[in-house]
T-cell receptor
């Protein structure tokens, strides 16, 4: 019962580098989300998707891109990483109102 | 617009004390869901409870209880006889407006249970 799987768990990037955070779910959920959590703050929505081929911006989308080519996968792309993107990233999926979260990716941009 | 306010940034109590975490929400929707999540030091998000807007009954689960009051737009969480293992950050969250854009989270309350 894998649920929502995020990789990698930890990553250190240099300023200006790019990377993709992977997220996969095996529950056949239509809805998927990317959140970021900064110290002392709640989670803020970066991007979300209501189904394959459909994505939309959340509260803090700048500096990120997403794609949803399949129901299962929802990768988050960071282009030209900046120190402000140092955060913990959570992916989630949902069949409706209850979200199932991955275990998070801790990203540092130095 | 949706908003969740957790005014208590940090609470510290001694083990076995009771503690209440406050949550106040704002939404214009009549149908919505409220959630509490626990984030232990290991970092994962653990689902605790979901309550829909039409069910104002209080709920008790072991040492945990929740008080939902629509009149004051509050959904407070009480831990009875706290234990060190309860130490964590607790988030209140709101799902409304059709919810395709997911949950709106409060900033969280850091609960410290001292032995």
């Amino acid at each position: 019962n894998a649920g929502v799987t995020q990789t990698p768990k930890f990553r250190i990037l240099k300023i200006g580098q790019s990377m993709t955070l992977q997220c996969a779910q095996d529950m056949n959920h239509n809805y998927m989300y990317w959140y970021r959590q900064d110290p002392g703050m709640g989670l803020k929505l970066i991007y979300y998707s209501v189904g394959a081929g459909i994505t939309d911006k959340g509260e803090v989308p700048n500096g990120y891109n997403v794609s949803r080519s399949t129901t299962e996968d929802f990768p988050l792309r960071l282009e030209l990483a900046a120190p402000s993107q140092t955060s913990v990233y959570f992916c989630a999926s949902s069949p409706g109102e209850k979200l199932f979260f991955g275990s998070g990716t801790q990203l540092s941009v130095l | 617009a949706q908003k969740v306010t957790q005014a208590q940034t940090e609470i510290s109590v001694v083990e076995k004390e009771d503690v209440t975490l406050d949550c106040v929400y704002e939404t214009r929707d009549t149908t919505y869901y409220l959630f509490w999540y626990k984030q232990p030091p290991s970092g994962e998000l653990v689902f605790l409870i979901r309550r829909n807007s039409f069910d104002e009954q209080n709920e008790i689960s072991g040492r945990y209880s929740w008080n939902f009051q629509k009149s004051t737009s509050s959904f407070n969480f009480t831990i009875t006889a706290s234990q060190v293992v309860d130490s964590a950050v607790y988030f209140c969250a709101l799902f409304s407006g059709g919810g395709a854009d997911g949950l709106t989270f409060g900033k969280g309350t850091h609960l410290i249970i001292q032995p």
